[in-house]
């Protein structure tokens, strides 16, 4: 079974920058899809940046301009830059692929465990 491993989620002062990773315990013969999303206590998982690895790369409105996400279909990897971050940007961070593992395998979507932000001074 695959799992995805995230890390990078730290303290830090509103107005800072933090990169998160995530890694793919075995590379996938073909990805289609990679993604971050966060979550707050007693709230719903949110999309927070999408790629569609054949198409433009998307964003939340929350955090366009300040987001971006960056992949490594080869190394089955995912990144997110944050810079000018908010308290609002406080949140358990998860990353997911969709992919193939294998040439004959079908799609699957895997999720990390996530990695937490938190954004305070």
Request: glycine share 10%; proline share 3%; aromatic share 12%.
């Amino acid at each position: 079974q695959v799992q995805l491993v995230e890390s990078g989620g730290d303290l830090v002062q509103p107005g800072g920058s933090l990169t998160l990773s995530c890694a793919a315990s075995q590379r996938f013969f073909s990805i289609a899809t990679m993604g971050w999303y966060r979550q707050l206590p007693g709230k719903q998982r949110e999309l927070v940046a999408f790629w569609d690895t054949l198409g433009p790369k998307n964003y939340s409105e929350a955090v366009k301009g300040r987001f971006t996400i960056s992949g490594d279909n080869f190394k089955s990897t995912v990144n997110l830059q944050m810079n000018s971050l908010k308290p609002d940007d406080t949140a358990v961070y998860y990353c997911s692929i969709s992919g193939w593992i294998t040439e004959l395998a079908t799609r699957q979507n895997y999720w990390g465990k996530g990695t937490v932000v938190a954004v305070s001074s």
